[in-house]
T-cell receptor, first 113, second 112 residues
Framework: DAGVTQSPTHLIKTRGQHVTLRCSPISGHKSVSWYQQVLGQGPQFIFQYYEKEERGRGNFPDRFSARQFPNYSSELNVNALLLGDSALYLC????????????FGDGTRLSIL | GESVGLHLPTLSVQEGDNSIINCAYSNSASDYFIWYKQESGKGPQFIIDIRSNMDKRQGQRVTVLLNKTVKHLSLQIAATQPGDSAVYFCAENIQGAQKLVFGQGTRLTINP
């Protein structure tokens, strides 16, 4: 069975540009969460979506937005990119019920020049 | 508050020995905990989880212990193998918050 898939795997952008990252959850999973991981640190929560509705938001500026589609795939959008947005962006999916594990993709490595 | 680590603790063990990785979590309202393994260039991989109504759970070669009194979580890996080399993260799910909060991570290195 396919795990969580993310695209693209790597991306290089310049300051001020915008970016869209994509995620396909494990089949049957209805919840998708996004995390940012900078080098040497643990992932930081950005958003959670369940059944196309936002269920949680982390401490990130409004430049970050996301959505979930009817097929449960998701996009993360970041506008007005800053150098500090350089990170590994991880998507995780779960069944969406309480106390169910989140399973991660291998992420998109975003570099801002 | 949330745990954010700037310096990654390291643990070196001999191949075949048992490893114990520790984690202090921050929120007494957390009701669910997960250990993840992250290899270079990969996303975190689920290892084992435990609910707050339990104090021990065993998997294949791994055991998680939960001490809610002191807000401490540990991962024990039996008979450590070279393939166990990775960074290990604990994560807590804060009840009602719908998000995972990750610890700072521990880099496990296996010596031959």
């Amino acid at each position: 069975d396919a795990g969580v898939t993310q695209s693209p795997t790597h991306l290089i952008k310049t300051r001020g540009q915008h970016v869209t990252l994509r995620c396909s959850p494990i089949s049957g999973h209805k919840s998708v969460s996004w995390y940012q991981q900078v080098l040497g640190q643990g992932p930081q929560f950005i958003f959670q979506y369940y059944e196309k509705e936002e269920r949680g938001r982390g401490n990130f500026p409004d430049r970050f937005s996301a959505r979930q589609f009817p097929n449960y795939s998701s996009e993360l959008n970041v506008n007005a990119l800053l150098l500090g947005d350089s990170a590994l962006y991880l998507c995780a999916s779960s069944l969406g019920h309480s106390n169910q594990p989140q399973h991660f993709g291998d992420g998109t490595r975003l570099s801002i020049l | 508050g949330e745990s954010v680590g700037l310096h990654l603790p390291t643990l070196s063990v001999q191949e075949g020995d048992n490893s114990i990785i520790n984690c202090a979590y921050s929120n007494s309202a957390s009701d669910y905990f997960i250990w993840y393994k992250q290899e270079s260039g990969k996303g975190p991989q689920f290892i084992i989880d435990i609910r707050s109504n339990m104090d021990k759970r065993q998997g294949q070669r791994v055991t998680v212990l939960l001490n809610k009194t002191v807000k401490h979580l540990s991962l024990q890996i039996a008979a450590t193998q070279p393939g166990d080399s990775a960074v290990y993260f604990c994560a807590e799910n804060i009840q009602g918050a719908q998000k995972l909060v990750f610890g700072q991570g521990t880099r496990l290195t296996i010596n031959p």
